[in-house]
């Protein structure tokens, strides 16, 4: 079944630590890829998508994400974490038929420690 | 600058009232959408449109409805049928060459 999976439900990182968040999908074709970010009680913003070329995008907020097409996944990457980067990510795929839908994985709740 | 707007940011409904969330838009995106947020339990469609007068039904139709007389707006009533609708209410569209979502702002649906 063509699915979005974000394994982790919870993270807590140390502040100035590095993150990884990982999505997994999966589709007969690569889809578009996406990375959305949702403060509480606000709408998801777009910190980057992939569409085709280098498989390392660079998005808001200091985000970049790698797409591995032998791996099925596109991990959400951040160097060092700030305070502010407390929030939900979710990982979105766009399957590029059937109109244009997302479809979203469950999200992944980051905690960040001082 | 373009964007999607929804109100209220907060709204509370009575058992057994039809309550109407708005969504209005000035990306001109033909795509408008719908989902229910709870906690812990990631987005969930329930409705879209693809065009003007046409709408679809996403998988947790039952308890809403929705219209699309004009492109820029996609209203969704939360019927008394609803019997669970206290929920966080995203719309959202998409539209040219931008294959991924423009989200509104939400808005939070509590049952007094």
């Known amino acids: 079944a063509q699915s979005v999976t974000q394994p982790d439900i919870h993270i807590t990182v140390s502040e100035g630590a590095s993150l990884e968040l990982r999505c997994n999908y999966s589709y007969g074709a690569t889809p578009y890829l996406f990375w959305y970010v949702q403060s509480p009680g606000q709408g998801l913003q777009l910190l980057l998508k992939?569409?085709?070329?280098?498989?390392l995008v660079q998005g808001i907020k200091g985000f970049e994400a790698e797409f591995k097409r032998s791996q099925s996944s596109f991990n959400l990457r951040k160097p060092s974490v700030h305070w502010s980067d407390a929030a939900e990510y979710f990982c979105a795929v766009n399957p590029r038929y059937a109109g244009n839908m997302l479809t979203f994985g469950g999200g992944t709740r980051l905690m960040v420690k001082p | 600058d373009g964007g999607i707007t929804q109100s209220p940011k907060y709204l509370f409904r009575k058992e057994g009232q039809n309550v109407t969330l708005s969504c209005e838009q000035n990306?001109?995106?033909?795509?408008m959408y719908w989902y229910r947020q709870d906690p812990g339990q990631g987005l969930r469609l329930i409705y879209y449109s693809q065009i003007v007068n046409d709408f679809q039904k996403g998988d947790i139709a039952e308890g809403y409805s929705v219209s699309r007389e004009k492109k820029e707006s996609f209203p969704l009533t939360v019927t008394s049928a609803q019997k669970n609708p206290t929920a966080f209410y995203l719309c959202a569209s998409i539209g040219g060459a931008d294959y991924g979502y423009t989200f509104g702002s939400g808005t939070r649906l509590t049952v007094v």
């Open positions: 992939y569409f085709s070329g280098d498989t």
């Open positions: 990306l001109n995106h033909d795509a």
